[in-house]
């Protein structure tokens, strides 16, 4: 057997909104830092009283700012500019409180402060094409709603725009991938983050891990492809189910369990359909109205006996 766990890392999105690296953008990659660089660590001398761009609108985005903003403490002529390519940042503001893991209830308030505080300028609706140079410095250059907008002059770009998966290493092999998210087809629409914003994902094992190729498993954050959502626990409760198959034991392969913290934030109504299974989706609204803080539709499903709050739940 081959297990495919060689996660996302490696290969991060472009800034270029497109998909495809902005104009500028190999040119200037000394000046780019993708992910989240360590900029109250080894890096911070490159950010100190320098102005800086953050393009993202997810975890890393809000990790890079809050860092940004403590270095601003410190070091006078430190300033930086937010850009997200949506316009809609519930997600990354996040359900707050009702957030099961309170440390990303806790990095989405925070990050909303600081954009409320106004020490960030944030332009939403920003899809940058092109960086260019002026001076010895940047200049981001995007389009938006009200044409072509140039965001500058800046010294650095922190490119938290997510990663994709590598699919070089399994060219060859018969893999059955989600269209959109390039991770396993029994999970993208389950994981969609256009669609998706509650944390939860159903149950999934071996089953749902594995390809046309017989012995192929795709695990970890990779089976998500594109999707920004995986947790370490889904990870480990999906190799413990393919583990158990390769060593013949179907049953505990088959007994997957798992029940993720949800991020108290909802956006899609109504349900979901995955080989045969309906699931029911993530609640209607940012703001749930049962008293236990479950969505209404998974409350509904509680009562009747169905499970707990969650997307997760057999419909
Ligand atoms: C910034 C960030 C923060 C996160 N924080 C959390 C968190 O707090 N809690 C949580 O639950 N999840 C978190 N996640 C999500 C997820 O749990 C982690 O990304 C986790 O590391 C994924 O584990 P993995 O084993 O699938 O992939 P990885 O940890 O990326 O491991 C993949 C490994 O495969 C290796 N590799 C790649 N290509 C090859 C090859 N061709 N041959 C051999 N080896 C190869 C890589 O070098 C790497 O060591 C976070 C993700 C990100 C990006």
């Known amino acids: 057997a081959v297990i495919d766990a060689s996660g996302t890392w490696r290969t991060p999105n472009p800034l270029g909104a497109g998909g495809i690296a902005a104009e500028g953008e190999a040119e200037f990659a000394d000046r780019i830092a993708y992910g989240i660089p360590d900029i109250l660590g080894r890096d911070r001398a490159l950010y100190g009283g320098r102005a800086t761009l953050v393009a993202g609108s997810g975890h890393s985005a809000a990790n890079a700012l809050l860092d940004l903003a403590r270095v601003a403490d410190d070091e006078p002529g430190t300033t930086f500019i937010w850009t997200t390519r949506g316009t809609d940042l519930v997600r990354i503001y996040g359900g707050g409180d009702l957030d099961a893991l309170p440390a990303r209830g806790e990095l989405g308030s925070d990050v909303r402060d600081l954009a409320e505080s106004g020490r960030v300028q944030l332009v939403t609706g920003f899809a940058t094409t092109a960086i260019r140079e002026e001076d010895g410095r940047l200049i981001v250059e995007g389009d ?156 509904e499903a509680k009562a009747a006996g169905r499970g707990g709050c969650g997307c997760g739940v057999a419909a």
């Not at 390039?182 to 159903?202: K, Y």
């Not at 017989?214 to 583990?243: C, D, H, N």
Request: negative net charge; charged residues 20%; contains cysteine.
């Open 144 to 299: 938006t709603a009200d044409g072509l907008r140039r965001i500058g002059p800046i010294d650095r770009i922190v490119a938290a725009t997510g990663q994709r998966p590598d699919l070089s290493l399994t060219r060859e092999l018969r893999l059955d991938l989600d269209p959109w998210l390039e991770g396993v087809r029994a999970l993208g629409p389950l994981i969609d983050p256009n669609e998706h914003s509650c944390g939860d994902v159903p149950p999934h094992g071996h089953r749902e891990l594995s390809h046309p190729e017989p012995g192929v498993y795709t695990v970890g954050i990779k089976s998500y492809g594109r999707a920004p959502t995986f947790l370490l626990l889904t990870g480990y409760e999906q190799v413990r189910s393919v583990a158990a198959a390769l060593a013949g034991d179907v049953a505990s392969a088959d007994a997957v369990q798992l029940v993720l913290p949800e991020t108290g934030v909802c956006t899609v109504p109504g349900g979901v359909t995955v080989t045969g299974k309906t699931f029911a989706g993530c609640c209607g609204g940012p703001a749930p109205e049962a008293a236990d803080g479950c969505c209404v539709a998974d409350a």
